[in-house]
């Protein structure tokens, strides 16, 4: 796995599709999902609250130390 528990990162929902592939929201990662067959990681969205099971390829690296 490329990204590892409690690392800040940016999460895109559809990173695949032109119009929303700049679109990258600041999220943490809470678990490796080893065991999942298609999901990679569970995040918290940073802003929204929201907590989701992810795909390696939606998630980018952080630039900002700040978080």
């Known amino acids: 796995m490329k990204y ?6 940016l999460y895109c929902p559809l990173p695949d599709v ?5 679109e990258r929201i600041p999220a943490v990662i809470l ?3 080893d065991n999942d067959l298609f999901y990679d990681y569970k995040i918290y ?16 690296p952080n630039p900002d130390p700040t978080y």
């Open 45 to 60: 969205i940073d802003g929204s609250g929201k907590i989701k099971k992810v795909r390696e390829h939606q998630l980018f």
């Open 18 to 22: 032109q119009t929303f592939k700049d």
């Open 4 to 9: 590892k528990i409690d690392e800040w990162v």
């Open 31 to 33: 678990d490796i999902l």
